[in-house]
C-alpha cells in the first residue's frame, strides 16, 4: 500500500522543518546587534598589553577597528560563538561580570568562527550586551593556539596575561577574576 502523496508531502515537510531547527545558524537576517559599541575600548591613556596578540579585530558592531594590545586593563577577553555549547553557559556569566566591574574592568567578548546573525541571535537570547569584536576566522584564537572555545583571557593592570582554555563556571570565574583584576565579583 501506498502512501498518499498528501501524507508524504507532510511527512518531507516535517523532515525539512526538523533539520532546520539543527542548524548552528539562526535563519533570521533582522537580528540587531545586541552588543554595546566599542567606544572607549582604546585610547590614548591605555596601557600597552605586550603580552596579548598584535592583533586588530573589527566592533561587532560597526567596522571600527580594535587593536587588542590598545585595551585598558584590567581587563577580561572572552572568545565564543553561538554554536559551542559551553559557551552558551559560560558567556551569560561573563555579561554578570561585565556589568558588575563596569567602568573598572575591560570586559569584552570575541564571537569567534561564527556568523554575524547566530552570534547577535544568541547574544539577544541570552541578554548579552558587553562590547563585542567579530572574529569569524578565528585569528585570536589561532594566536593564542586555542583549539576549543570557550577561552577566556585576563589580563592584570600592568598587562601580565593569563589563557583559561576551559570553560568556567561562576565559582571559578569570580576566583579568576578576583586573581587578575582584584575585583570581587559573583557571576
Not at 590614548?44 to 594590545?69: H, Y
Not at 547574544?123 to 562590547?131: E, F, Q, S
Not at 593592570?157 to 561562576?170: E, F, H, I, T, W
Request: hydrophobic share 40%; aromatic share 4%.
Amino acid at each position: 500500500m501506498r502512501p498518499s502523496r498528501p501524507l508524504v508531502a507532510a511527512m518531507l515537510a516535517l523532515v525539512a522543518a526538523a533539520a532546520a531547527g539543527c542548524t548552528a545558524e539562526a535563519r533570521s537576517t533582522d537580528t540587531p546587534s545586541p552588543f554595546a559599541d566599542c567606544q572607549g575600548l582604546t585610547g590614548p591613556s591605555a596601557p600597552p598589553a605586550p603580552t596579548l596578540p598584535d592583533l586588530e579585530l573589527p566592533c561587532f558592531t560597526g567596522k571600527e577597528q580594535v587593536a587588542l594590545r590598545s585595551m585598558p586593563g584590567p581587563m577580561i577577553i572572552n572568545l565564543w560563538a553561538s554554536w559551542c555549547d559551553p559557551c552558551r553557559r559560560e558567556l551569560p556569566l561573563i555579561q554578570k561580570v561585565a556589568t558588575q566591574t563596569a567602568g573598572r574592568v575591560t570586559v569584552v567578548g570575541v564571537d569567534t568562527g561564527d556568523s554575524r546573525e547566530a552570534g547577535a541571535s544568541f547574544a539577544a537570547d541570552k541578554g548579552v550586551h558587553l562590547p563585542t569584536l567579530f572574529d569569524p576566522d578565528k585569528k585570536l584564537a589561532n594566536a593564542i593556539a586555542g583549539t576549543n572555545l570557550p577561552i577566556t583571557i585576563f589580563v592584570d593592570a600592568s598587562g601580565k596575561s593569563y589563557v583559561n582554555r576551559l570553560p568556567l563556571d561562576a565559582a571559578k570565574l569570580s576566583t579568576l577574576v578576583k586573581q587578575w583584576t582584584g575585583m570581587t565579583v559573583t557571576p
